[in-house]
């Protein structure tokens, strides 16, 4: 029997992936605990749509991270911190400073991705990657000065 499964199973396919099984394997474990449909004509038009609508949609995610890569690749970015004598900084500047200033600046971009690529407790410029995609990485760098 043709299925199509509705999430990962190991040792058999990823979801919207279409495979042949037993069918009393499919009957009593797939469809009961809801991991798979049969591969009906209008469920394969469903699956169809869906993955030509998922690949849209990573289409558009890849241009919009392109997109950002262009207007923030190798750019200065300027943070105002406070800091006290000596120039060092009171705590340490985040990922999640460099995430809001750079939404500040009208680029979108999410704090998980952004790499800081040594500790900043200094006044100073440092380097700084941003996985804007999984084949997107946009380097720039961040200018930590004193707040006035």
Request: proline share 1%.
């Amino acid at each position: 029997m043709k299925v199509i499964l509705l999430e990962d199973v190991k040792g058999l396919g990823k979801v919207d992936d279409i495979v042949e099984v037993h069918d009393g394997y499919a009957r009593n474990f797939l469809f009961h605990k809801k991991l798979a449909l049969e591969a009906t004509p209008a469920n394969l038009n469903v699956v169809k749509t869906r993955k030509t609508a998922e690949k849209a949609r990573q289409a558009r995610e890849l241009a919009q991270a392109r997109e950002i890569k262009a207007s923030i690749d190798g750019q200065v970015i300027t943070l105002p911190i406070k800091c006290g004598e000596g120039g060092r900084l009171y705590g340490s500047l985040t990922t999640m400073d460099i995430a809001a200033a750079l939404d500040k600046a009208g680029h979108k971009v999410d704090k998980r991705g952004i790499t800081i690529h040594s500790q900043v407790k200094t006044l100073g410029d440092y380097d700084v990657d941003a996985r804007l995609h999984a084949d997107v990485i946009a380097r720039f760098k961040i200018r930590v000065v004193a707040e006035a």
